[in-house]
């Protein structure tokens, strides 16, 4: 904790509307903004120097970045939709009880936790040295990279009774596991130790790049393969440079 700096705590019942900053100064360490049975309509930046942490009854809408120099805790009664980055020091954790729709996630020494009834990556989710996962009750659609700054240890995708759509690549140091109640189908590269695919309908695969672990895929009906793939115990310690972003707090990465 920074010291001489205080915390920042927000109880409604109903709605709560930020018009302006909450913590930008970089002097609050804690911030903490509940609505028990509303939502937080969020319009500009939140910036802790430790964690924050938001529960609502209803919807989250974050319109300007999250930013904490531990932990974000998001708990949604409805929707989560975040329109700019959840950055978060150590771990990030987001769950809507409704749809959960992400532009940019990165946890910086944690787990990036996600779930939701279907769940939307529009943007980049990244966990530097620790795993992403991701459980919806519906579907998960992820139209941008996993674990693309190549320092995500295992990434998990499970959607319980629908379907996975993975548009950009999958990159993880350790297992690369998606498993869906319906398809599964991805159009960008898997790469990690261990890939598992297990679709309880139609599987639909581009390139899959396993090392030692190797790569099991199972489908409930139909098998696509429209990559190569290949179990090369090599091929992962020939990987780029890997920056370590752990330390940081800024919004560039």
């Given at each position: 904790?920074?010291?001489?700096?205080?915390?920042?705590?927000?109880?409604?019942?109903?709605?709560?509307?930020?018009?302006?900053?909450?913590?930008?100064?970089?002097?609050?360490?804690n911030?903490?903004?509940?609505?028990?049975?509303?939502?937080?309509?969020?319009n500009?930046?939140?910036?802790?120097?430790?964690?924050?942490?938001?529960?609502?009854?209803?919807?989250?809408?974050?319109?300007?970045?999250?930013?904490?120099?531990?932990?974000i805790?998001?708990?949604a009664?409805?929707?989560?939709?975040?329109?700019?980055?959840?950055?978060?020091?150590?771990?990030?954790?987001?769950?809507?009880?409704?749809?959960?729709?992400l532009?940019?996630?990165?946890?910086?020494?944690?787990?990036?936790?996600?779930?939701g009834?279907?769940?939307?990556?529009?943007?980049?989710?990244?966990?530097?040295?620790?795993d992403?996962?991701?459980?919806?009750?519906?579907?998960i659609?992820s139209?941008?990279?996993?674990?693309?700054?190549?320092?995500?240890d295992?990434?998990?995708l499970?959607?319980?009774?629908?379907?996975?759509?993975?548009?950009?690549?999958?990159?993880?140091?350790?297992?690369?596991?998606?498993?869906?109640?319906?398809?599964?189908?991805?159009?960008?590269t898997?790469?990690?130790?261990?890939?598992?695919?297990?679709?309880?309908?139609?599987?639909?695969?581009?390139?899959?790049?396993?090392?030692?672990?190797?790569?099991?895929?199972?489908?409930?009906?139909?098998?696509?393969?429209n990559?190569?793939?290949?179990?090369?115990?090599?091929?992962?310690?020939?990987?780029?440079?890997?920056?370590?972003?752990?330390?940081?707090?800024?919004?560039?990465?």
């Amino acid at each position: 904790m920074t010291p001489n700096n205080g915390d920042v705590a927000l109880d409604a019942g109903g709605l709560i509307t930020q018009d302006a900053a909450i913590g930008g100064a970089n002097t609050t360490n804690n911030i903490a903004i509940t609505s028990r049975d509303g939502s937080l309509d969020s319009n500009n930046i939140i910036d802790a120097n430790d964690s924050v942490a938001i529960t609502t009854g209803q919807n989250v809408d974050l319109a300007s970045s999250v930013t904490a120099g531990t932990s974000i805790a998001l708990d949604a009664g409805g929707t989560v939709d975040a329109a700019a980055m959840l950055d978060g020091g150590t771990s990030v954790a987001v769950s809507g009880d409704d749809n959960v729709n992400l532009v940019d996630t990165i946890a910086r020494s944690g787990n990036a936790t996600i779930e939701g009834l279907n769940v939307t990556l529009a943007g980049p989710v990244n966990a530097i040295n620790n795993d992403i996962i991701v459980t919806a009750d519906n579907n998960i659609a992820s139209n941008a990279a996993l674990g693309g700054l190549n320092n995500t240890d295992n990434i998990t995708l499970r959607a319980n009774t629908g379907w996975v759509n993975a548009t950009d690549t999958i990159s993880a140091d350790g297992t690369a596991n998606v498993w869906a109640g319906q398809d599964i189908t991805t159009t960008g590269t898997v790469d990690a130790t261990t890939v598992l695919m297990n679709g309880g309908n139609d599987v639909a695969l581009a390139t899959i790049l396993a090392a030692a672990g190797g790569a099991d895929i199972d489908a409930g009906a139909a098998l696509t393969l429209n990559g190569d793939v290949d179990a090369n115990a090599g091929h992962r310690d020939n990987r780029r440079w890997r920056p370590d972003y752990s330390g940081c707090r800024d919004r560039q990465r």
